[in-house]
């Protein structure tokens, strides 16, 4: 997980380069803009992506999208905090932002790949995503104010 990886697409720059990534656009957009950790601070944001396997998304220098993988590369992964910012959308951005996701060789052969979404079910479905087959078997611990207090 060292390298980094990049394509280019219809004027598009897709990477892993954390370098590239706009810490305060990011920030920004999941502090005030997302519903899924309103508030967030920055120092938390920073800790996750030093954690994590970033992919951004630029048109030349500006940050259009962001997503990020928790994961061990072989068991387990997680997809968190994807966006395109407002002024993006509606134009397939989000869709091959996900495809460069599951095109990164660290994640072709995950075992298991999870995500939590109130609203994009239909884009994650294209890339084979299911509602949990047994739902049963999977608790979870939440705190929904633990990265904004």
Known sequence: MGEHHERSIDGLLFSTDRARLDIDAIHAFLAHESYWVPGIHRELVERAIERSLCFGVYEGTRQLGFAR??????????????????????????????????????????????LATRDAHGLYAQYGFTPLANPEKFMERYDPDALSR
């Open 69 to 114: 993988v928790v994961t061990d590369g072989a068991g387990f992964a997680y997809l968190g905090d994807v966006f395109v910012v407002d002024a993006a959308r509606g134009r397939g951005i989000g869709k091959r932002l996900m495809e460069f996701v599951f095109a990164h060789p660290d994640l072709v052969r995950v075992r298991r790949f999870m």
